[in-house]
């Protein structure tokens, strides 16, 4: 059986990259698969910036959170040398709960900030690389 994506990354227009959540539901197979995802951003070893499209995202399960918040303190050293910033695109209120729950777990270690639209996210990331 196939795993369908919890969330898709693009990095086409490296080094801004693109995490587009799909709106299915976190299983432990896709929710693994996209934390791989994301280790692979970094394969490159060169600076980044990150917009999470969380405007599909159904809260993942208590579980994944925590899946989430340890490869954030797992990677914390190499986002801070690489990542210039992550920009979330969260409209729905619950999911922003979720992620300050995640970042509660473990803090978030480069700049963020939260948008409610994707334009706003991705000028606010290449800002973010423009500065560097």
């Known amino acids: 059986m196939k795993t369908i994506s919890y969330a898709?990354?693009?990095?086409?227009?490296?080094?801004?990259i693109t995490v587009t959540f799909t709106g299915e539901k976190s299983t432990n197979a896709n929710f693994k698969a996209h934390?791989?995802?994301?280790?692979d951003c970094y394969f490159a070893?060169?600076?980044?910036?990150?917009?999470f499209?969380?405007?599909k995202a159904v809260v993942p399960k208590l579980s994944h959170q925590i899946l989430q918040a340890n490869w954030?303190?797992?990677?914390?050293?190499?986002?801070?040398?690489?990542?210039l910033g992550t920009a979330y695109v969260i409209p729905n209120k619950t999911i922003q709960w979720v992620l300050k729950m995640i970042f509660l777990l473990q803090k978030q270690?480069?700049?963020?900030?939260?948008?409610?639209?994707?334009?706003e996210a991705q000028a606010w990331a290449w800002g973010q690389i423009q500065k560097n």
């Open 8 to 16: 898709t990354v693009n990095q086409t227009a490296f080094p801004l």
């Open 45 to 51: 070893q060169q600076k980044l910036a990150i917009v």
């Open 35 to 39: 934390l791989k995802e994301l280790d």
């Open 109 to 119: 270690p480069v700049p963020y900030k939260v948008f409610s639209s994707y334009k």
């Open 72 to 83: 954030l303190k797992e990677n914390t050293t190499l986002m801070k040398e690489l990542c």
């Open 53 to 55: 499209d969380a405007s």
